[in-house]
């Protein structure tokens, strides 16, 4: 059975940074793209990055470029999310998630989400 | 970036009703259109890839057609498991978008 894990979620207050991680198992990680994909609370989804499966292409959404870095580690079946310069806009339950391609296609497994919360 | 507008934002039916959920992007993108089901507390579950290919063990009453810039899902004869909340995204371009959603209420 595919599983994505994620973790690291937490309260932190604004200007800060926290580091999310997804461990993933039950797949050959290496064959797919992942994404980090984010839910405020009461608010629909929202894309935030995309990795495929090499490291080549990365892409982020408008709001968080230039202050969210995605990176894999194949060797560890692992995906994190290095966030900076946090917002409240920012608090979110954040979903781990694999795509079905090698590159961006579609998302068929997400983890169970780990929740950030950006408070004073 | 690509824009992706559904409609509507929420509907009231029936179980045993046809039920169609309209999204709408701001440029072609061709078939690269999916359809996500979000039910509360839960991680949203793939429905359709590509506009009209169901995920495995999808039910059949789901189907999903169109292609550019207008697309549509249709749930056949809802059945009581299919109240929740509906989400379509492109995979044409990045940043990947998804619709705002569509809720699906019991009438």
């Known amino acids: 059975e595919v599983q994505l894990v994620e973790s690291g979620g937490g309260l932190v207050q604004p200007g800060r940074s926290l580091r999310l991680s997804c461990a993933a198992s039950?797949?050959?990680?290496?064959?797919?793209?992942m994404h980090w994909v984010r839910q405020a609370p009461g608010k629909g989804l929202e894309w935030v990055s995309g990795?495929?499966?090499?490291?080549?292409?990365?892409d982020y959404a408008d709001s968080v470029k230039g202050r969210f870095t995605i990176s894999r580690d194949n060797a560890r079946n692992s995906l994190s999310l290095q966030m900076n310069s946090l917002r409240p806009e920012d608090t979110a339950l954040y979903y781990c998630a694999k795509d079905t391609s090698s590159y961006y296609y579609a998302v068929d497994v997400w983890g169970q989400g780990t929740t950030v919360t950006v408070s004073s | 970036d690509i824009q992706m507008t559904q409609s509507p934002s929420s509907l009231s039916a029936s179980v045993g009703d046809r039920v169609t959920i309209t999204c709408r992007a701001s440029q072609s993108i061709s078939s690269y259109l999916n359809w996500y089901q979000q039910k509360p507390g839960k991680a949203p579950k793939l429905l359709i890839y590509?506009?009209?290919n169901l995920q495995s063990g999808v039910p059949s009453r789901f189907s999903g057609s169109g292609s550019g810039t207008d697309f549509t899902l249709t749930i056949s004869s809802l059945q009581p498991e299919d109240f929740a909340t509906y989400y379509c995204?492109?995979?044409?371009?990045?940043?990947?978008?998804f619709g705002r959603g569509t809720r699906v209420e019991i009438k």
């Open positions: 039950g797949l050959s990680f290496d064959g797919y793209a």
């Open positions: 995204q492109q995979s044409h371009s990045p940043p990947l978008t």
């Open positions: 590509s506009t009209s």
């Open positions: 990795i495929s499966w090499n490291s080549n292409r990365i």
